[in-house]
């Protein structure tokens, strides 16, 4: 199966900066699209951002013009480069990536979460 592994989230003040990565590992596999996602306590979980393996992205609202996402094919790897940091966007992070995974010659489609990072922002 494809493992998704998330690195980079932390405390940070209001106005700071954080870089999220995550690679995707295991096996035969192929990644199309990769993104974020994040969740609060009692809400749910929301888009942050996605990019195709061609580089077009996508943005939540609450986030353009101050996130920035980017991919490395080679690697597998989507990163994360969030400026201007709110209180509001202490979350848990969600690495999502869809693709295909192959054991011999069966090669079904799926779509794949990581385990999840912990952002906080102080005011």
């Known amino acids: 199966q494809v493992q998704l592994a998330e690195s980079g989230g932390g405390l940070v003040q209001a106005g700071g900066s954080l870089r999220l990565s995550c690679a995707a590992s295991g096996g035969t596999f192929s990644i199309y699209g990769m993104g974020w996602y994040r969740q609060s306590p009692g809400k749910q979980r929301e888009l942050v951002a996605t990019?195709?393996?061609?580089?077009?992205?996508n943005y939540g609202d609450s986030v353009k013009g101050r996130f920035t996402v980017s991919r490395d094919n080679a690697k597998n790897t989507v990163y994360l480069q969030m400026n201007s940091l709110e209180p509001e966007d202490t979350a848990v992070y969600y690495c999502?990536?869809?693709?295909?995974?192959?054991?011999?010659?069966?090669?079904?489609?799926?779509?794949?979460w990581g385990p999840g990072t912990q952002v906080t922002v102080s005011s």
């Open positions: 999502n990536a869809d693709g295909i995974y192959c054991s011999g010659s069966y090669c079904p489609k799926g779509v794949y």
């Open positions: 990019i195709t393996k061609g580089g077009s992205t």
